[in-house]
């Protein structure tokens, strides 16, 4: 059988190893990957449910779930409404809203915005890594599931210049039509307001996202590439959560590097954040993925993606 000779001292190749700069863009997951933000959360939090369970007579472990699962409903630890939404504002304080902001609601976001003040810190080597990647002329893009104020005010605080952009999801207020009604709208309304005016100088611009956006959804990943102008490809992706940032980086084939130092809490939190805050009926079936992301790499620390570009 005739077989053609290939030159192949005539074609001009160079293996992927030889390429000087394969990676364009690195999306960067926030909380657990470039911050902690159970750091000050969790301290706040502990604090306000002994507070509360003397001064209401409950139990603690029946406030923390109360407050579970209005976290669980709304998606986040940080929603505006979070106290307002809860049975125990409801049962205690239906007729005496403003009372209950004085004294519960206005003490919880104070001590909650004083600790993230000073504990909010970034990951070891992490400022020094975004610094070395905008060194290299590569973008750093962060894609996170935190609601769009609370992205401004960790960015502010600790990132603002470092990043070439943060996609964060938008802040729903409640439908009047909705069953898990707030007592009372007008101080998270006011406190939402309050922080988008104290972060209106970022110098990183912020793209607010559809909440149906949240990972692994792959539309906020989309508008990123096409933003950015990079085909997969030419990016990486670091995360500390194999469930959403793993499989969103996969629904595209990017490289993923799980950042496994975020993966784990302090013993301490572990309590708190996996078993008092948890409801305690499971979530759906259906609502559990079950697969496996494609993983690059497993990182000890941030800098190691400087291994993977």
């Given at each position: 059988m005739y077989q053609p000779k290939i030159q192949t001292d005539a074609v001009a190749f160079r293996l992927a190893s030889q390429v000087d700069q394969r990676t364009k863009l690195v999306?960067?997951?926030?909380?657990?990957?470039?911050?902690?933000?159970?750091?000050?959360?969790?301290?706040?939090?502990?604090?306000?449910?002994?507070?509360?369970?003397?001064?209401?007579?409950?139990?603690?472990?029946?406030?923390?779930?109360?407050?579970g699962r209005v976290v669980e409903r709304?998606?986040?630890?940080?929603?505006?409404?979070?106290?307002?939404?809860?049975?125990?504002?409801?049962?205690?304080?239906?007729?005496?809203?403003?009372?209950?902001?004085?004294?519960?609601?206005?003490?919880?976001?104070?001590?909650?915005?004083?600790?993230?003040?000073?504990?909010?810190?970034?990951?070891?080597?992490?400022?020094?890594?975004?610094?070395?990647?905008?060194?290299?002329?590569?973008?750093?893009?962060?894609?996170?599931?935190?609601?769009?104020?609370?992205?401004?005010?960790?960015?502010?605080?600790?990132?603002?210049?470092?990043?070439?952009?943060?996609y964060a999801l938008e802040t729903v207020e409640p439908d009047k039509k909705d069953v898990w009604q707030p007592l009372t709208l007008e101080y998270g309304r006011q406190r939402l307001a309050d922080l988008k005016k104290s972060t209106a100088n970022l110098k990183t611009q912020l793209h607010v996202i559809p909440k149906d956006y949240e990972k692994p959804c792959p539309h906020g990943l989309d508008l990123v590439l096409r933003d950015f102008g990079v085909f997969p490809y030419e990016t990486i992706f670091v995360g500390d959560s194999l469930r959403k940032d793993g499989l969103v980086a996969a629904s595209r084939g990017i490289r993923f590097v799980w950042a496994h130092y975020g993966h784990q809490l302090p013993a301490e939190y572990e309590e708190l954040v996996h078993q008092a805050l948890k409801p305690v009926t499971p979530a759906p079936i259906e609502t559990q993925i079950e697969a496996a992301p494609f993983v690059e790499a497993i990182a000890a620390r941030y800098d190691e993606l400087l291994n993977h570009i």
């Open positions: 999306i960067t997951d926030v909380d657990g990957t470039l911050a902690s933000f159970w750091d000050y959360f969790v301290p706040a939090v502990r604090d306000f449910l002994r507070d509360v369970s003397i001064r209401l007579d409950i139990p603690v472990a029946q406030l923390a779930e109360d407050i709304r998606g986040t630890h940080e929603y505006p409404w979070l106290l307002e939404e809860t049975g125990f504002a409801w049962a205690h304080f239906a007729d005496k809203p403003d009372e209950f902001v004085r004294d519960f609601v206005k003490p919880f976001w104070a001590a909650m915005d004083e600790n993230r003040s000073k504990y909010l810190r970034p990951y070891p080597q992490v400022v020094e890594t975004l610094q070395e990647l905008k060194r290299l002329g590569i973008k750093v893009v962060a894609l996170s599931d935190a609601p769009d104020y609370m992205a401004r005010i960790r960015n502010k605080q600790v990132f603002d210049g470092l990043l070439d952009a943060v």
